[in-house]
């Protein structure tokens, strides 16, 4: 399944800044709900896929690298696809407004680990936004996600992905 945010109807062309993104919700035995904050931003945990690396690896790599918990023998189901075109999201390394295109695969996996700050392998720019990751309720997971960042950098863009993702876990 796909769903797709382009609220101005736009088409990528060779100049727009291309990604492929993996995130997951996380379920512990308890029913807990894995959310990361970066940047003092809300999100599923994940992130980027490094060139030519598959979705099912990606996500693996990064949620072991965040959450410390050793992913490699889980089994992930995937929820979804979501495709976001945006004209004006900043662009921190040039200090500019560009045009992003990004696929950001969805999975859900459960786990029985908690999350081990010894072993997280954090990037440079995740310790620089104070990145954290923690189980939640369902009660503080949907507040937390809830919040709005419009009044943040690219705040708008992680809120309109969130409310997609949150109406979709509440119809499943």
């Given at each position: 399944?796909?769903?797709?945010?382009?609220?101005?109807?736009?088409?990528p062309?060779?100049?727009w800044q291309?990604?492929?993104?993996?995130?997951?919700?996380?379920?512990?035995?308890?029913?807990?709900?894995?959310?990361?904050?970066?940047g003092?931003?809300?999100?599923?945990?994940g992130g980027?896929?490094?060139?030519?690396?598959?979705?099912?690896i990606?996500?693996?790599?990064?949620?072991?690298e965040?959450?410390?918990?050793d992913?490699t023998?889980?089994?992930?189901?995937?929820?979804?696809?979501?495709?976001?075109?945006?004209?004006?999201?900043?662009?921190y390394?040039?200090?500019?407004?560009?045009p992003?295109?990004?696929?950001?695969t969805?999975?859900?996996?459960?786990?029985s680990?908690?999350?081990?700050e010894?072993?997280?392998?954090?990037?440079?720019?995740?310790?620089?936004?104070?990145?954290k990751?923690?189980f939640?309720?369902?009660?503080?997971?949907?507040?937390?996600?809830?919040?709005?960042?419009?009044?943040?950098?690219?705040?708008k863009?992680?809120?309109?992905?969130k409310?997609v993702?949150?109406?979709?876990?509440?119809?499943?």
């Open positions: 399944m796909k769903i797709t945010i382009n609220p101005k109807q736009l088409i062309d060779d100049a291309k990604f492929r993104k993996v995130r997951a919700i996380v379920e512990n035995e308890e029913g807990y709900i894995a959310l990361s904050i970066e003092g931003k809300c999100i599923f945990p980027k896929c490094d060139p030519e690396e598959p979705e099912d990606a996500i693996k790599r990064e949620l072991t965040e959450s410390g918990i992913f023998e889980s089994t992930f189901h995937k929820l979804f696809e979501l495709e976001t075109l945006y004209d004006d999201f900043y662009d390394r040039s200090d500019s407004l560009k992003r295109y990004t696929i950001t969805y999975y859900y996996v459960k786990t680990h908690k999350i081990d010894s072993k997280m392998q954090l990037t440079e720019g995740e310790l620089k936004e104070n990145f990751i923690r939640v309720d369902r009660q503080t997971l949907e507040q937390m996600l809830l919040e709005d960042h419009s009044d943040m950098v690219n705040g863009f992680f809120d309109e992905e409310e993702v949150t109406d979709y876990v509440e119809e499943k």
